[in-house]
């Protein structure tokens, strides 16, 4: 069974101080990995794919990264609309299948005060 | 519009009642996905589409839950008999094509009383 797990939970963290989120991962075979932001009331907002360890994606203050058991989302130097919910998601390759289902974590909430 | 929109935003129901919540996905987009989210955690699947066709349901907790997308575009989730623990956010996503990332409706909210 495809398991997600992040940590921390939460996060609080001062304007302009970098830090890192961890997604741990178990599947099968892994198709690709998913990095969602979520505001409270709204639907999850995508942020990144990565398909292969050793890749790397960036989006202004946000840097994504894939080993073969976990996935890092760096932020350098936060600012306060960057405070949300950060989920993780796993698309696990099912050779011969046809779902592309989505396993989430149960997300880190971080906040950033200013 | 050019996001997944979903309706109503809130409903608010008396156990023992049927609900049925509507996704018009992104125009074009063949995969459709229902998710369930409960109060602070993160979404789980309940079903998928590809057009019209129904390719796995293996989420979806019981027999009470039926969704459809009968032409390959809005969908509908129907819950049969709503219990107390149907209570959550019900959210949409579609993609392009399967393996593409998936957009979200910003979800229909479900209180069962």
């Known amino acids: 069974e495809d398991q997600v797990t992040q940590s921390p939970e939460a996060l609080r963290l001062q304007e302009g101080e970098s830090s890192s989120l961890n997604c741990s991962y178990t599947?099968?075979?892994?198709?690709?990995l998913f990095w969602y932001r979520q505001d409270p009331g709204k639907g999850p907002e995508f942020l990144f794919t990565l398909y292969s360890a050793g890749e790397e994606k960036e989006k202004e203050r946000l840097k994504a990264t894939l080993t073969k058991k976990e996935s890092f989302l760096h932020i350098t130097a936060p600012k306060p609309e960057d405070s949300a919910t950060y989920l993780c998601?796993?698309?696990?390759?099912?050779?011969?299948?046809?779902?592309?289902?989505?396993?989430f974590g149960k997300g880190t909430l971080l906040t950033v005060n200013p | 519009g050019a996001g997944v929109s979903q309706s109503p935003r809130y409903k608010v129901a008396k156990r023992g009642q049927d609900v049925a919540l509507r996704c018009d996905p992104i125009?074009?987009?063949?995969?459709l996905f229902w998710y369930q989210q409960a109060l602070g955690q993160g979404p789980e699947f309940l079903t998928y589409f590809q057009n019209e066709a129904q390719l796995d349901k293996s989420g979806l907790p019981s027999d009470r839950f039926f969704a459809e997308r009968p032409e390959g575009s809005v969908s509908t989730l129907k819950i049969q008999r709503t219990q107390q623990e149907d209570s959550a956010v019900y959210l949409c996503?579609?993609?392009?094509?399967?393996?593409?990332?998936?957009?979200f409706g910003d979800g229909t909210r479900l209180s069962i009383l």
């Open positions: 998601a796993v698309q696990a390759d099912n050779s011969g299948g046809s779902n592309y289902k989505l396993t």
């Open positions: 996503a579609s993609s392009l094509t399967g393996n593409q990332p998936q957009h």
């Open positions: 599947v099968s075979g892994l198709r690709g």
């Open positions: 125009s074009g987009h063949v995969s």
